[in-house]
Nanobody, 113 residues
Framework: QVQLVESGGGLVQAGGSLRLSCAAS????????MGWYRQAPGKQREFVAD???????NYADSVKGRCTISRDNAKNTVYLQMNRLTPEDTAVYYC???????WGQGNQVTVSS
């Protein structure tokens, strides 16, 4: 069983930055691809970014150049640094062990204009 605990969301003004963290339990974190997804009100959950165990990253076009996903395997933690935020980034953000049903509890990010 894997537990994912997210933190770091909140309210920020447009143009600001936030860093989300997702701490994972279990011994397989270092071998797992980890992803971030988000779900805005009235919309389906969508892919934001992911990172392989070796550090290769992949981003949705909507966040490319503004967001950076990273991981610290020693801390079993994956991060999402988000810069130049816009109101369109407002959503609940979830971390996920890619290809599994393991999801974090969700973390609200609200960007005010």
């Amino acid at each position: 069983q894997v537990q994912l605990v997210e933190s770091g969301g909140g309210l920020v003004q447009a143009g600001g930055s936030l860093r989300l963290s997702c701490a994972a339990s279990g011994s397989t974190f270092g071998r797992s691809r980890m992803g971030w997804y988000r779900q805005a009100p009235g919309k389906q959950r969508e892919f934001v970014a992911d990172i392989t165990s070796g550090g290769t990253t992949n981003y949705a076009d909507s966040v490319k150049g503004r967001c950076t996903i990273s991981r610290d395997n020693a801390k079993n933690t994956v991060y999402l640094q988000m810069n130049r935020l816009t109101p369109e980034d407002t959503a609940v953000y979830y971390c996920n062990v890619s290809g599994t049903s393991y999801w974090g509890q969700g973390n609200q990010v609200t960007v005010s204009s």
